[in-house]
């Protein structure tokens, strides 16, 4: 007569010493709650990324803890201001620096879309030449907005194939983004709702 | 001294080659011959006490003969006085004498000036565009130049893609949707196939 055997992992399970997950959850995990933002701060949106990782607003409660100006050091480059042609090759070359996994945000209107300079010197947006993964819209944003673009981001982070991506030389072709470029707005810190990825 | 004095030492000392001053709203504008300016200034430094030089700029006023002018903006810290200098400089023959041997702060100010007007200054210590990039072709801010700027070639560097694009006016400069339901619609945005497909032919 066989008796179930009770394991002492299983006890070990219900009393959440031991957790079951797949390594896309755990990584996907560990990565998003430990991204280091870059801090490329070009202009004026560079005060309000200060404000966010200063007390008040305080980036390091999701996990970004400091803002580590090599880009050997960091995970997420967060462009805060406005790109001039003369500086985008400055730009380009400190993101192909970084190493892998690595995201990208736009902050504000210039680094967006140009922002109010439709101008020859200014980069219509830094997606011309970045890969951007989250767009906030401002001049400036808010705080609060940078702070969900980086919850934003930190979605897309735990949806991610991590194993597979590993295996891959380019992450950015893997990378799916179903319903186009995610834009923040930067006025005012919204509620996270099922429309908001 | 005084500014009255120093206007009226200045004329004394350069009198054909300096006008009379123009006095508007408590501020002080003379014009000087574009042969003599160096020696302008540095009369006015070592006699008249005009130790700092405020502003140096080039201006396009485009229309008139001479087309363009540099515009001097000296300031005496012991008196507080302002004296504003202009010469006229012609679009045939685009060279003024440097002042950085009287004021070192102007070698930066003239740089600018030659980078946004073409504007070349003798003697200058080191003549190179300072705010675009070395071999950026146009003066920028002529005024036939376009706000949307033209397509040229960027230096080689990281970036794969060096092309500079001219920025989308959309019959601009500045078109908005003011109430659409969305940024993209308020703000729009001219997408990069469509400019392939201009080929970048200035503003659209």
Known sequence: ?197 | MTLPQAIEKLQTHFAAAVSAPVEFRGEFTVTVNREQIAAVCAFLKAECDFAMLVDLSGVDNYGTDPRYAVVYELCSLTDRSHLRLKVSVPEDDLLVDSVTGVWRTADWHEREAFDMFGIRFRNHPNLKRILMWDGYPYHPLRKDFPLAGLPAELPATAIEAGQVQTASMNGGPFVTAPGARTAARREPRQSDTALDRQDNKGTN
């Open chain 1, 1 to 197: 007569m066989s008796a179930r055997v009770t394991l002492g992992v299983d006890q070990k399970v219900e009393s959440r010493d031991i957790l079951i997950t797949r390594v896309d959850a755990a990584v996907d995990w560990m990565r998003k709650n430990s991204v280091w933002p870059m801090p490329m701060g070009l202009a004026c949106c560079g005060i309000e990324l200060m404000a966010a990782g200063a007390s008040r607003f305080d980036i390091a409660r999701f996990g970004a803890e400091v803002m580590r100006f090599s880009p050997r050091q960091s995970d997420l480059m967060i462009v805060a201001g406005t790109c001039v042609y003369k500086m985008a090759g400055v730009v380009k070359r400190v993101w192909d620096q970084m190493a892998e996994p690595k995201w990208c945000m736009a902050m504000g209107a210039c680094a967006s879309t140009g922002g109010m300079y439709r101008s020859y010197a200014v980069v219509q947006g830094v997606d011309r030449f970045l890969p951007v993964d989250v767009y906030i819209s401002g001049c400036p944003p808010r705080p609060e907005a940078v702070l969900e673009g980086l919850l934003a981001i930190q979605r897309q982070i735990q949806q991610e194939p991590a194993l597979k991506n590993m295996k891959r030389a380019d992450r950015a072709a893997s990378y799916a983004q179903p319903q186009g470029p995610i834009i923040i707005r930067g006025d005012y810190a919204p509620k996270v709702t099922e429309g908001n990825t």
